[in-house]
C-alpha cells in the first residue's frame, strides 16, 4: 500500500513537470484584430486550435484603428494582423511589419485589383485622372483597389466629390442607387455580387495585382517564432488532422502560401504614387 502511495507520488509529480514544460514551450502570439470590423476575431477563430497543435498559443487584441495598430506592431504589443494590401503596404513602408503568408482560395486566387463601375453604357476607363472629371466617385477607404488606386492616379484632383463606403459591397450598391456616378472596388466583391445588379458593368481596371488579406507580423516579433507560424500555415494545405481541415473549410480556403514583400511590388507602388510614405497616419 505504502508503494503505491509513493508510485501514485511520483507520477503526480511527472504529470506536473510534463505539464509545465508543456506550458513553457507554448509560445504567444497575439494577432491585432480591428475593433470596427465585427465578427473579425470569429473569423480567425479556427486557427486558435489549429496553431495550438504546433506548439503556439493565439490570443487577439483589439485595435481601434490602423494608426493605433502600427504603433502597436512598433512597440511588440502586437505580433501579427490579418491585412487587405493597402494597409499591409503601408506598415511595410513604415518598416515595422513585413508579411509572410497569404491565404489560397478554394478557387485558386490569392490575388485581386481594382476595378471602375459604372452604368452600363458609360464611356471606356482610359486609366487618365481626367476620365473622372467633374463626377462623384465612391470607394472604400484605405484599399488598395479602392481610395489608395484613386489617389495614384490621381484622380482626387478631378472628381467633383469623392466618397468612402464601408465596403466594397456599400460602394457597389451606393452606385447602383445613383449616389456616385462611379465606384471603384474590389474585382473578386464585383464577381460575387454583379448578378444583383444589370445595370452596372465594368469600363476599367487597374493592370497590376495585390496580395489577397496577407498575415503580416512585426518586425519585433523573435524570426524563430515567425519562421514557426509560416511552416505551419504553409503546412495546413497537406495536413490531414481533424483541426487543420476545420480551418479550411470555415476559412473557406484551401490553405496559405508563403508571401513576401516582393509579392506587393504593385501595391507598393500604388501607396508611392498615391503619396503614402513612413510618416502615413492611415488617412488621405
Known sequence: MKAKKVFVSILLVALTICFTLGLASAEQLKIAIMQDKKGAAAK???LVPYLKTKGIDVSFVGTPNYTAAAKMFASGKVDAMFSGSGVAGSMIIKDVSYPIVRPLAKDG?????????????????TGSADYFKGKRVIYAALASSGEVYFHSIGGNK???KMMKAASHGAA???LARG???????????????????????VVGNDTGENPNNSLIV????????????SSALIGLMQDGSQSAS?????????GFIKTTKQNFSHTLQLLDNAGVDSGFDFQF
Open 246 to 254: 476545420d480551418v479550411r473549410e470555415k476559412m473557406k480556403i484551401m
Open 179 to 201: 449616389s456616385a456616378d462611379f465606384a471603384v472596388v474590389k474585382n473578386r466583391v464585383w464577381d460575387k455580387m454583379k448578378s444583383k445588379y444589370p445595370d452596372l458593368a
Open 44 to 46: 480567425y477563430k479556427p
Open 218 to 229: 512585426a518586425k519585433s516579433l523573435d524570426p524563430a517564432l515567425s519562421g514557426k507560424v
Open 172 to 174: 457597389i450598391d451606393a
Open 109 to 125: 486566387t490569392s490575388t485581386y485589383w481594382a476595378v471602375v463601375l459604372a452604368k452600363k453604357g458609360s464611356p471606356k476607363y
Open 158 to 160: 478631378t472628381a467633383s
